[in-house]
């Protein structure tokens, strides 16, 4: 891709004489009269770098440092200046600039110092890559979970990571699809490259073709500018094609064209690219039954269906889930340091195993945070549960709300409940309810409550 490089003067002859310089050695080179030009022309467009000269009229050069920086941290500002006023340069540079030129300057000293600003720039954000997958993401050897589900999955992945044929990952919303994803791709031959995914379900049927393939200057209104799409992005990398079952019709076959030949055509024509990608898809639908109801296409579904993994739900592998909590509450605590320190209770840790997550793995995390957050001691027990999370109610207790019975007896039937969840423990239920022991014992021997 060509780099697009902003020349700002307010000496208009210069700006265009260093503007044409570059065009002519292969960069897009645009001009601005002045600081305020400049500002304006970077809220936009695009640049892939900029040079200014330091003084100028009204708005300088320090203050056109600033605002590329605002609008894009990563992006190389190069500074022009007189031989009287290096002092303001060495001050640019120190607030961020990646280097000054001193006028009068040579123009293949502009060349040559671009080319490094933007090969810097290229590995600043690879570095920032690395760095950002290195923290967030859950390679298959850190994906939690000692059941034999979870062994075989690991396994699976283990071996399925080391090649480069499509992956289809199938599973209900929550089971961690986009991880599963992310730890084939790091943990395999493809790690340093891109990792690109995109939600086909989030977006347009009008945008997704171009977001998929690119498009062309002029493709159809709003496309001022050319795009080169996701494939292109990931080249040599994995496209992750989350939640491929709600792919329109109409794009099906051309995504499987681009799978089975590796070229990709932009919207509005163009030439045709070649692109080496690996491509893992997920989905919570059953393609099979889509396809036998022409909602999917069948030659597609075997495409992406070479490799099938099946991720269970967390119901089916309910000895984890403590492992999960225990995970999910040291990550919270990394988090938000300043938060008090919680443990969980016996009884919600056996409540929380008993319950049927139909949220799986995401809904777990989520309710641990809520938990975290609102409980009112330090250690969290079943009314924090079941203030953050009312459903934790078994439906016998649940029941209640539809049967109209005397105080009494409600309030002996949780008791009850309460007896149960700590093991028939009177006094940790007393400790729960607030209530002395002794009101406990006195309740249970009452017999004129008709249960």
Wanted: proline share 4%.
């Amino acid at each position: 891709m060509t780099a697009r490089v902003l020349v700002v003067d307010d000496d208009s002859e210069m700006a265009d004489t260093v503007a044409d310089y570059l065009t002519g050695h292969g960069y897009r080179a645009e001009c601005a009269v002045g600081g305020k030009a400049a500002i304006a022309a970077l809220k936009k467009k695009e640049f892939d770098a900029v040079i200014t000269d330091l003084r100028m009229d009204q708005l300088d050069g320090m203050d056109v440092l600033e605002a590329s920086r605002q609008e894009d941290p990563t992006r190389p500002v190069l500074i022009m200046t007189a031989f009287g006023t290096i002092d303001g340069a060495i001050e640019a540079v120190r607030r961020g600039a990646f280097h000054y030129l001193t006028k009068p300057f040579k123009m293949e000293e502009t060349v040559v110092w671009l080319a490094r600003a933007l090969a810097d720039r290229g590995l600043r954000r690879e570095n920032d890559q690395l760095r950002k997958v290195v923290q967030e993401r859950l390679g298959f050897r850190n994906l939690i979970g000692k059941s034999q589900v979870m062994q075989q999955l690991y396994d699976l992945l283990e071996r399925v990571g080391a090649t480069s044929a499509p992956v289809l990952i199938v599973g209900e919303s929550g089971t961690g699809k986009e991880l599963v994803a992310q730890a084939l791709h790091f943990d395999g031959p493809r790690a340093r490259a891109p990792f690109v995914p995109i939600n086909c379900a989030a977006i347009s049927e009008t945008l997704l073709e171009s977001e998929l393939f690119g498009h062309t200057r002029g493709a159809f209104t709003g496309a001022s500018e050319a795009k080169k799409g996701l494939f292109v992005e990931a080249d040599t990398g994995t496209l992750f094609l989350d939640e491929i079952g709600e792919l329109p019709v109409t794009l099906q076959a051309k995504l499987l064209r681009a799978i089975e030949t590796s070229t990709v055509r932009p919207v509005g024509g163009g030439l045709e690219r070649k692109v080496d990608v690996r491509i893992v898809a997920a989905t919570n639908r059953d393609l099979a039954r889509a396809v036998q109801e022409k909602r999917f296409r069948e030659d597609l579904y075997y495409r992406l269906h070479v490799i099938p993994i099946h991720l269970p739900p967390l119901r089916a592998h309910r000895e984890d889930i403590p492992l999960l909590i225990e995970a999910f509450a040291s990550r919270f605590a990394e988090k938000h340091p300043d938060s008090p320190k919680r443990e969980f209770s016996g009884e919600v840790l056996r409540r929380m195993v008993e319950l049927p997550w139909p949220g799986n793995v995401r809904e777990l995390k989520n309710t641990i945070e809520r938990l975290l957050l609102l409980a009112r001691g330090k250690r969290i027990d079943l009314r924090d549960l079941a203030q953050a999370m009312p459903e934790a109610l078994p439906e016998s207790m649940a029941a209640l709300a539809a049967e109209i019975v005397p105080l009494r007896v409600m309030t002996r039937r949780y008791v009850e409940w309460v007896l149960a969840q700590t093991g028939n423990n009177k006094i940790r239920t007393a400790q729960l309810l607030g209530i002395d022991a002794s009101t406990i014992y006195r309740m249970l021997s009452r017999e004129d409550d008709d249960l």
